[in-house]
């Protein structure tokens, strides 16, 4: 499984609840480990095969390490994890990685020894933050330029703060956007982050004169150099951006209301965007528009499967919950096995799964045209009874249109209000009224 083109859930009862325009949740959860770092960590795997390594030496927080692993062992290269005071978690945490003990030895700067460690024993050297910072900024441009070229316009973007790269990346392509003319203005890039430990927040705080009474030394590991400090803020000056402090209890209440609300998941560690964003919006200083929160590990409690393995759920399995789920239409089997067949060759079946257990389907049919109609249209989407109203028709639907491209129709009974509006939610228009011809036999 590859990294990237991660989903962009439009967030409609956040949207209802907080009335600022639309709201759209970029799930780097979905990504292969469930962290934005699998999209740097792919990426590192070729640079380091592209030099003939098959080894690295990796040192970075749990996640970080996480996905290098996973990235590794998927192209049978081993990794190696350094140990240094203070990391006992490393002990029970870097699963499929070597870990060695350096805490005996006298490292006064852990970057410098890393480096001359790696080169006399011939490893791929990788510092979260720290090396490959060119790969790591290319790679989050490709997540940026997924938020662009799926929202026409978005007004403000919401990310967490730590080495900047996310950040940096964001204004790049937003900028490019504008100097395109596809932007009148450049979107606000905002950022939450920690009060202390952090160079960039250090340093805005200083420029800007803003009193903080909280802000501690700086971890050495945390140290950036002079140009990632510098081009960070200068992508949130020119985007009309601020870096928010965030306390504890808000991330708790951030993680708890994203949960409760839209049904998705997220740590604490990695909600300071959300955070952000929630702040920002009591403060009264987000005006209605569109709004994209980028969540390192957001994932949905939601999974939908655009299923290829009909041995794994056979054409049977499929129809007996088309059946089952739609029972209140009248469609024949027949008509439901073509319509599943149909999908199964030319078009998409998209399983949503909950918990580990299937509690919807939608079954989308290739039409043959370009042109004339939408080259796709959704023959069946329906739930499981218990699961209305917790977010799985949403998930289907979003999927839908993302497969599809929007390239996409559907058909709704004419005395069916709530249906109507719940698509029309969805960018879905009433374009004609279909009638069918009734042969008699």
């Known amino acids: 499984m590859k990294s990237g083109r991660t989903p962009l859930l439009r967030a409609k009862k956040l949207e209802d609840l907080l009335d600022v325009g639309e709201i759209y949740l970029k799930m780097e959860g979905n990504n292969p480990t469930g962290h934005k770092h699998d999209r740097v960590a792919e990426v590192i795997i070729k640079d380091a095969q592209a030099h ?8 970075g927080s749990m996640t970080y390490v996480k996905s290098v692993v996973y990235m590794a062992q998927q192209n049978d290269m081993k990794v190696v994890v350094p140990l240094f005071k203070n990391e006992r978690w490393k002990k029970t945490q870097c699963q499929g990685a070597e870990v060695i003990d350096f805490r005996n030895e006298k490292v006064e700067l852990p970057i410098v020894f890393l480096k001359s460690y790696a080169e006399s024993h011939q490893y791929y050297l990788s510092v979260q933050g720290v090396s490959q910072k060119h790969l790591s900024q290319m790679v989050l441009e490709e997540m940026a330029e997924e938020i662009v070229n799926k929202l026409t316009c978005v007004s403000s973007i919401f990310t967490q703060l730590s080495f900047g790269y996310t950040m940096t990346s964001l204004y790049n392509v937003v900028l490019k956007q504008w100097m395109k003319g596809n932007y009148d203005a450049l979107p606000m890039l905002s950022a939450g982050t920690w009060e202390s430990g952090n160079d960039i927040y250090a340093e805005y705080l200083k420029r800007y004169q803003i009193q903080s009474d ?11 150099n002079r140009t990632t400090v510098e081009t960070t803020l200068q992508a949130i000056d020119e985007a009309s951006g601020e870096i928010i402090p965030i306390q504890k209890q808000a991330l708790k209440e951030a993680k708890k209301k994203i949960k409760k609300i839209e049904n998705v998941e997220i740590s604490e560690n990695e909600a300071y965007g959300l955070a952000a964003f929630f702040e920002m919006v009591e403060q009264g200083k987000l005006k209605k528009g569109t709004h994209v929160i980028v969540l390192n590990d957001g994932k949905s409690q939601v999974m939908v499967e655009d299923i290829k393995d009909f041995d794994a759920v056979s054409q049977p399995e499929l129809i007996a919950f088309t059946r089952q789920w739609l029972d209140q239409y009248s469609d024949s089997v027949g008509e439901t096995e073509d319509a599943i067949q149909n999908a199964m060759d030319k078009g998409h079946i998209l399983l949503a799964k909950r918990h580990g257990v299937y509690e919807g389907i939608c079954v989308i049919v290739h039409m043959g045209f370009q042109r004339f109609i939408p080259t796709y249209h959704i023959a069946y989407i329906g739930t499981m009874k218990s699961s209305k109203g917790r977010g799985v028709g949403s998930e289907l639907i979003q999927k839908a249109i993302e497969l599809t491209e929007g390239n996409v129709s559907l058909h709704v009974d004419l005395d069916n209000r709530s249906a109507k509006k719940f698509y029309e939610k969805y960018g879905f228009e009433h374009v004609y009224n279909r009638m069918i011809h009734k ?3």
Not at 52 to 59: A, M, R
Not at 214 to 224: A, D, M
């Open 52 to 59: 003939g390594y098959n080894q690295l030496l990796v040192n």
């Open 214 to 224: 909280s802000l501690g030394e700086i971890p050495e590991n945390l140290h950036y």
């Open 439 to 441: 042969r008699h036999h």
